[in-house]
């Protein structure tokens, strides 16, 4: 049935890829990303006879480069470096030799990201490309935040087509620090804004799109109530060996945060999600180490991706008309404490009865999202914040070779040279 539906009726195949590569810059990706952004080779039976490449594929980034480097705003290198080889490889490695082209790409601080369009169809229907950044760090500051990406795909004659809008996000980091999560994730919803759509004059959230793709280190962890058989356990090799089995991980997925918060509605509305406990936690990883876990934190799936199309229905919340095909991790990759992410999306057929404007994801009558009116003036006070911490840490660095503790030391030692210099003259004329 849905190999037929694939083959036939010219649905929308979305890759989503997500990896929080630990401030490794340039050095923290492989030269060849076959395992991780072409994961189409592993489907593609699923799909149809011939292999099909993605029609598109959103990579996101967190923790892209060291932080007092991308606070001082040097991130775009980084980024630029990413692009050249991200599209090298998915052309490389496509089923057909199909050629991309990027829609857009976007970073704040060290979250990035980066979509491309088939050149053969959805990049030759793109139009009102948009970008936006929020941070929801300290005093707005973007160690912690969202990037996003916005972009119209022309429909048949007649209509506006439809708006795909894909979110990256970085959340606040630790289990205890729950509610800042679902802060930061308020915060994001109001301030990571859009031009208005249609009549409004308003800007518009992320809400206000067709289909809506929501990624990267959301930061939820596994919380097991002292009464658990594991509790005692989880900190301990032991646990970690017990993610081996798939029974043991849908056990243990009741007790993910943010399954428990969406399923409260407290966060996360109108966005669906795979069965992520079929994969291994992403998160705590011993660096250099393909499958093992470091004993300093309780192994989470911080690492997630999330979606919704106008066509789901409120009538059936847990249920979602996007079909997904692929989600899993990368074991792979060693050189961060998390595994990349990815997951293959395939998007309902457009209603025969679809409206002539542009629709919009359906909401609970009870969430009704809103711009912040200081959304502006929180972010650039945030931008303003990164520059100056950021480039003050980097001078220090910099005196340090390389070590923000060395160049303190330095800094202090030549203000003490500086100031004895200074004194010694007048300290002559005295003894004079």
């Known amino acids: 049935m849905a190999k037929q539906a694939y083959l036939h009726?010219?649905?929308t195949l979305v890759q989503i890829a997500s990896y929080n590569t630990n401030l490794q810059g340039v050095l923290g990706l492989p030269q060849d990303l076959v395992d991780w952004l072409a994961p189409t080779l592993q489907v593609s039976n699923f799909l149809s006879p011939e292999r099909r490449a993605p029609d598109i594929v959103a990579v996101g980034f967190q923790e892209l480069l060291p932080l007092h480097l991308g606070l001082s705003g040097f991130s775009k290198a980084v980024i630029n470096d990413r692009d050249t080889l991200i599209l090298s490889q998915i052309e490389t490695h496509a089923p057909n030799k199909?050629?991309?082209?990027?829609i857009a790409k976007v970073v704040n601080v060290g979250v990035a990201l980066l979509v491309y369009g088939r050149d053969d169809g959805i990049a030759r229907k793109v139009s009102n490309v948009h970008t936006s950044w929020t941070g929801c760090g300290p005093a707005y500051m973007g160690n912690k935040g969202a990037v996003g990406v916005r972009f119209r795909v022309a429909g048949p004659d007649g209509t506006a087509g439809e708006t795909y809008t894909f979110v990256n996000c970085h959340l606040t980091a630790h289990q205890h620090k729950l509610q800042n999560r679902i802060a930061d994730y308020k915060h994001i919803v109001s301030t990571l804004l859009f031009p208005p759509e249609a009549l409004s004059t308003s800007p518009s959230t992320l809400y206000e799109t067709s289909h809506l793709f929501l990624l990267g280190d959301l930061n939820f962890r596994i919380e097991l109530p002292k009464t658990h058989p594991l509790y005692a356990k989880r900190l301990t090799h032991e646990f970690a060996q017990t993610l081996e089995s798939e029974k043991i991980r849908e056990e243990l997925k009741e007790y993910d945060q943010l399954t428990i918060e969406k399923r409260k509605g407290t966060i996360f509305a109108g966005l669906h999600e795979g069965d992520f406990w079929k994969f291994k936690c992403?998160?705590?990883?011993?660096?250099g180490e393909v499958d093992k876990y470091s004993i300093k934190r309780t192994p989470s799936w911080t690492d997630r991706?999330?979606?919704a199309t106008y066509t789901d229905s409120l009538n059936l919340p847990n249920n979602s008309s996007i079909t997904n095909l692929l989600y899993t991790s990368i074991p792979s990759y060693t050189t961060s404490d998390h595994k990349p992410i990815v997951s293959l999306l395939l998007l309902p057929p457009r209603p025969e009865d679809a409206p002539p404007s542009i629709p919009t994801i359906p909401l609970p009558a009870t969430y009704s999202p809103t711009a912040d009116p200081k959304a502006t003036l929180k972010r650039y006070t945030g931008r303003s914040l990164d520059r100056v911490i950021g480039i003050t840490w980097w001078i220090i660095t910099l005196l340090g070779a390389g070590s923000g503790i060395v160049g303190v030391f330095n800094?202090?030692?030549?203000l003490s040279a500086w100031m004895w210099l200074k004194i010694k003259p007048s300290a002559r004329e005295v003894q004079v």
Do not use: C, P, T, V
């Open 411 to 414: 800094l202090f030692l030549g």
């Open 9 to 11: 009726s010219g649905q």
């Open 98 to 102: 199909e050629s991309y082209s990027l």
């Open 305 to 307: 991706i999330l979606y």
């Open 282 to 287: 992403s998160y705590k990883y011993k660096l």
